[in-house]
């Protein structure tokens, strides 16, 4: 088959439960390709490190492999997705096209476990399980330069038990939550079953499985999303806005579709109506081997899907961090503006006339919050993206009821001028990067203040 010149890589993202190994993970695929100076590499893009077929070919020892996919690589985003970046959309569907589920085998399922693995079945896409930390089973012997989770044959009967016990409650958990699974070196058919594969992020060893089982579920369910033309006007999604020294306000963007070249016409989702600007600069990291150059980016007058660039342009500071990008003509500007307003209005959220405030850091963690409030009934007066600002305190200061001078604020900052007012007005704050701590929080606090009214 081989790899396929129209089809771009696959993005993947990496979610779980805080603390499972969702960064150290990351850090071991970039890391440990780099380090051994293996075929091909990684290519490290803004917000995303790219891991290509020779890589992971030669990881397993089979290059001959390489002939059996037809995807150039894997696009891994390198914030660790919480909501915010698992459900960052494309149109019609998640941006990312391919889900790790991490867990930690010795803690087992958690809040956002669930919350990932509700996220990827509402977005249909296929994902494996990692069953994470199986080092820390008592008497594990760690198997150096055994990428594979072959080295579980080399392990004492008492670990091998120990590990199938704790790998039969994922496999119960994934039930429960109305999935079936089997182990990776059964998996035979991802249609009907979820891959579980039991690794050490710490160790390396089954990462190298978990590469190949993406590029199985690529092979399976993607072909017809991949499909890429590299000579249509770009199409993106924001991952970040950033302030950049000497540039001013930049977007961390992954193309996943089309070009965009420096001097393009760039429509991209802000607050209120979409802005319009012209790419003054396409940037992307510096080679590893000129690390030592003063300045962190290089400049490019080109790319094509799939990437992660950042763009530097005049009026940036108001775009959004999880709306789309594209590149126009004069001709196409008014449409397409048109286009992603109402796709940015989709996502605009039904409120209540009485409620509590809400605010988060992009559009996807800012639907996820309010569809965690939802389940809980908590009633929404308004919800919008972005730091919380004077305004918001002053707003929520004059709502008359108590239980409503509230404010959630998922991934945010409170702004300094806010801080002040916070201090003279009786509004209560909740801040948190985590959604079910925010949401305990604030319900043992309403507990509190209806048994205090009693
Ligand atoms: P995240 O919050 O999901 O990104 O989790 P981190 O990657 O930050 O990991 C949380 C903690 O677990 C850190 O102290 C890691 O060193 C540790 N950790 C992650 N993976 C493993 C593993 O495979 N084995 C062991 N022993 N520790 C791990």
New binding site residues.
């Given amino acids: 088959m081989a790899v396929k010149q129209d089809l771009r890589t696959p993005i993947v993202s990496v979610m ?12 071991r695929i970039r890391g440990s390709t780099v380090a051994e100076g293996e075929a091909g590499a990684i290519t490290q893009h803004i917000g995303a490190t790219e891991v290509p077929i020779d890589t992971i070919v030669s990881k397993c020892g089979n290059p001959a492999l390489r002939d059996k996919f037809m995807v150039p690589g894997l696009l891994f985003i390198d914030t ?1 997705g919480h909501h915010a970046f698992t459900s960052l959309r494309s149109r019609g569907g998640a941006l990312a096209d391919l889900a790790i589920v ?1 867990v ?1 085998i010795n803690e087992g399922f958690m809040p956002q476990t669930i919350e990932s693995l509700q996220i990827l079945k509402r977005f249909k896409t296929p994902f494996v399980v990692v069953a ?5 089973i008592h008497g594990w012997e760690p198997q150096k330069n055994a990428p594979f989770i072959v080295s579980y044959n080399k392990q004492s009967e008492r670990v091998k038990t120990e590990l199938d016990r704790k790998f039969y409650e994922v496999v119960g958990e994934l039930y429960n939550a109305g999935f079936n699974s089997e182990r990776h070196d059964r998996v035979s058919d991802f249609q009907r079953n979820i891959g579980i594969i039991p ?5 390396g060893e089954g990462i190298a499985d978990v590469l190949m089982v993406l590029l199985g579920l690529a092979q399976r369910f993607l072909e017809g999303n991949l499909h890429y033309d590299a000579s249509v006007p770009g199409v993106g999604t924001v991952l970040e806005v950033k302030e950049e020294k000497g540039l001013g306000a930049t977007i961390d963007v992954i193309l996943y579709d089309g070009n965009l070249k420096k001097g393009d016409m760039i429509v991209v989702g802000s607050l209120g109506k979409p802005l319009h600007t012209k790419v003054r600069a396409l940037l992307k990291p510096r080679p590893l081997t000129e690390i030592k150059s003063e300045e962190k980016f290089q400049q490019v007058q080109s790319v094509t899907a799939a990437i992660g660039v950042k763009i530097s342009a005049p009026n940036l500071d108001s775009a959004l961090a999880g709306s789309p990008v594209r590149v126009v003509t004069p001709e196409t500007v008014d449409a397409i503006s048109e286009e992603i307003l109402n796709e940015l209005e989709e996502v605009q959220i039904d409120t209540d006339a009485l409620g509590i405030t809400i605010k988060a850091d992009t559009i996807g963690s800012l639907e996820a919050l309010v569809n965690e409030l939802k389940k809980e009934k908590i009633p929404i007066r308004k919800a919008t993206v972005g730091d919380i600002s004077q305004r918001d305190v002053v707003e929520v200061a004059a709502i008359e009821d108590p239980f409503y001078n509230v404010i959630i604020g998922f991934n945010v900052k409170v702004l300094p001028d806010a801080k002040d007012k916070v201090q003279s007005t009786e509004i209560k704050l909740f801040l948190s990067d985590v959604i079910y701590r925010l949401i305990d929080d604030y319900k043992d606090w309403a507990k509190e203040q209806k048994e205090l009214t009693e």
């Fill in positions: 779980g439960h805080v603390d499972h190994g969702k960064t150290t993970l990351l850090d660790p991490i930690d994470n930390k199986i080092d820390r690794i050490s992020a710490v160790t």
